[in-house]
């Protein structure tokens, strides 16, 4: 069917808005669609790349071990495979390196760029308080079993000297309370000998003063 006039320009009208509508409600839902998927795509990106890192051979020199990558390195991996691979290769070679003496902790830094990615480490079990600190938010972390186990036994040794001092206040209450209720008897019964013996003073004067007084009467 023909529409023509007044009605034609009004469909045309009509269509095109629709058509308009359409095509910004279109953009929106893609432009919504495409970060959503962004944020997953990235999300995969990073447990396909601690994957990866997981499969690394640490050096048995090397007790903790943190990676810090920036969310610019990130995006730059996940759109450069060449920038990933070489990422990977630097995290291989200083994962499987030897250190002197042992018992080294390492962090490493991984940037926007090649120019960005660096490595510090601390030797010693005495010299690992700068790793802590700068590994609190790592995206990658693992410590020693050993010292895992150290705290484990660190744990255990504090919680039986707790007990034993526990005993050892109780045994020194009791003993205490022992010494206080002897010194209680004692006192109690130097109380008692003490009013014996007034008891007694008293007795001993009453009996001489009526000997006495016995006495003068018989004289007289």
Do not use: C, H
């Amino acid at each position: 069917m023909a529409i023509s006039g007044v009605g034609q320009s009004y469909y045309q009208n009509n269509v095109a808005t629709t058509k308009s509508t359409k095509s910004v409600n279109s953009t929106e839902e893609t432009g919504n669609t495409k970060e959503l998927s962004e944020a997953e795509e990235m999300a995969i990106f990073k447990k396909e790349f601690y994957a990866e890192i997981d499969k690394i051979p640490r050096n048995r020199t090397i007790t903790n071990v943190a990676i810090n990558i920036s969310e610019e390195a990130f995006k730059n991996m996940k759109d450069d495979p060449e920038y990933r691979e070489k990422i990977l290769s630097a995290l291989k070679r200083d994962l499987t390196s030897s250190f002197a003496p042992l018992e080294a902790s390492m962090v490493l830094t991984v940037g926007a760029t090649a120019k960005d990615y660096r490595g510090d480490s601390w030797s010693g079990v005495n010299n690992q308080s700068e790793f802590f600190a700068r590994s609190q938010n790592s995206f990658y972390k693992k410590t020693s079993n050993k010292k895992d186990r150290q705290k484990e036994l660190l744990e255990e040794y504090l919680e039986k000297r707790a007990q034993v001092k526990k005993q050892q206040q109780e045994m020194l209450n009791e003993k205490i309370a022992k010494q206080e209720q002897e010194r209680s008897r004692l006192l109690r019964s130097w109380n008692n000998e003490r009013l014996l013996s007034k008891a007694s003073n008293a007795y001993e004067a009453n009996a001489m003063t009526e000997a006495v007084t016995d006495s003068a009467f018989s004289l007289g």
